[in-house]
């Protein structure tokens, strides 16, 4: 009787798999009853596979097909490693089906990572992934860059952009054509769309798309190139494009290598942060930059590539926010900005880690009272007002300089506005108007490049009008 019994209950657990047994238990057909047998699977990463510019501070996440069993989910099983294995620690987020990896410290630079999720980690019936799940990605470059020259050449008034000319040289030849319907820019290792008028002039959205879908096999491409790597240009990217000696930047590019490189305004992969519906823009023909409303028509030029290593690197925007899929918030290109970005030494200066520029820690012409500090000024007062600071070896230095255009626009952070600088930064009096830089608008004669510190715009300012100063010193 024992073992009848014992068969009975066996046939009876098999049919409640089946069917369901006792208690008027048969064959309802509720999902509660259905066997889930589905092996989980990582839908996307970040970073991605095969990501060449990481943050050094992020966390590596994983998104799985379904939720996960976050008992599972475990430093065992989810394992970041380059040699010797990174410690750090693992969450699960069941409400996003989020697994994340946070390193105890920061990861190095410029260092190739694998991450790894077991196949220990289970969903809630048990069922585990088919087999180890495995990523890479390479983190980005130190966060110093070098800023290059803005191209001016001829010079104005003594110590001014054309006399200093401060920054990396231009390699000559800047431009090489590859012949496969791409240009490379040898100063930033950027590679470019040869046909800059391709897609003639679209909306931003459009934009994006066009740029983001561009492939081997159209607009003149036959480098073999997939649309996953071409991009629309951050609004830094795109300004790297910009010579500061031409009267007109348009001609002087066709004359590099490309063709219909119009003297217009091109859309940037940047929102601007002061008014979302709108984006950053830069006009070839001289170089100003500044924000246009999305749903207008503008030229779209397409890059690929990134900046990592010398001549001259390109740097992160700032910008973090996302607003469609791919644009500059997204993919963050450029070199990362290193934590913390600003340095306050303690003596009247600020160094930007990012950059090695050091700036007066007042941001409103901070002194001696013999150099008119705390005032606006003309172009060459300002020029004039730098060279007594030197004079009297203000704060200990006798090189301080007005900045040029590139410099002073490396202040910026596209993520922020009303200033549009990074909101930890240790300065004083920062005026939310406009700066002079030591760079001269070569199109328009009695005019020198300004920035504005309240939303990072480009622009050009009467030389005998008054604006702000903000000297600086140390760079390359």
Avoid at 154 to 167: E, V
Avoid at 258 to 273: G, I, P, R
Avoid at 288 to 317: D, H
Avoid at 342 to 361: A, Q, S
Wanted: hydrophobic share 35%.
């Amino acid at each position: 009787m024992l073992l009848v019994f014992k068969k009975m209950l066996f046939y009876c657990s098999i049919f409640y798999l089946i069917a369901g047994c006792g208690g008027g238990g048969g064959g309802n057909g509720d999902d509660d009853d259905a066997i889930d047998n589905t092996l989980p699977l990582v839908s996307s990463t970040s970073p991605t596979d095969g990501a060449t510019d990481a943050p050094i501070s992020a966390g590596i996440a994983a998104i799985f097909s379904e939720k996960m069993d976050g008992s599972t989910i475990t430093e065992n099983t989810f394992t970041l490693s380059s040699n010797p294995p990174i410690p750090g620690a693992v969450s699960y987020n069941s409400g996003k089906k989020t697994a994340t990896f946070t390193p105890s410290a920061d990861l190095d630079h410029m260092t190739t990572y694998t991450a790894i999720i077991t196949t220990g980690a289970a969903d809630p019936a048990g069922n585990a992934l088919g087999e180890d799940y495995v990523w890479t990605f390479t983190t980005g470059a130190e966060g110093s860059v070098h800023l290059p020259e803005t191209g001016q050449t001829t010079s104005y008034a003594a110590g001014d952009d054309g006399d200093l000319k401060r920054g990396i040289v231009w390699p000559v030849p800047r431009f090489i054509d590859n012949g496969d319907g791409t240009v490379t820019d040898k100063l930033t290792e950027l590679i470019w769309l040869k046909d800059a008028t391709c897609f003639g002039v679209r909306r931003w959205n459009q934009a994006l798309s066009d740029a983001n879908s561009l492939e081997s096999g159209s607009c003149g491409l036959s480098d073999g190139s997939k649309a996953a790597e071409w991009r629309l240009p951050n609004v830094n990217e795109l300004e790297s494009l910009v010579n500061a000696e031409e009267s007109n930047s348009a001609p002087w590019l066709n004359a590099q290598g490309f063709t219909n490189v119009q003297d217009n305004n091109y859309w940037s992969a940047s929102t601007y942060a002061n008014d979302t519906d709108d984006a950053w823009t830069v006009d070839i023909y001289d170089g100003r930059t500044f924000p246009n409303t999305k749903s207008g028509n503008l030229y779209v030029w397409p890059v690929r590539g990134q900046t990592i290593s010398p001549p001259a690197q390109l740097w992160e925007t700032g910008q973090t926010t996302s607003y469609r899929a791919r644009d500059d918030g997204e993919l963050q290109k450029g070199i990362a900005w290193p934590t913390p970005r600003f340095t306050n030494n303690v003596d009247g200066t600020v160094t930007d880690e990012l950059t090695e520029l050091m700036w007066t820690l007042n941001a409103n012409a901070p002194g001696p009272a013999g150099c008119a500090n705390g005032i606006e000024m003309t172009w060459q007062d300002s020029l004039d007002y730098v060279t007594c600071l030197n004079t009297n070896t203000y704060l200990g230095y006798n090189d301080w300089r007005l900045p040029n255009k590139k410099e002073l626009h490396s202040l910026t952070d596209f993520s922020q506005g009303d200033p549009a600088i990074q909101p930890t930064n240790p300065f004083i009096n920062i005026q939310t108007t406009w700066y002079w830089s030591s760079t001269n608008c070569a199109p328009c004669m009695g005019f020198a490049w300004i920035v504005s510190m309240y939303s990072g715009r480009i622009g050009i300012g009467e030389t005998t009008s008054d604006t702000f100063v903000w000297p600086v010193r140390a760079g390359q």
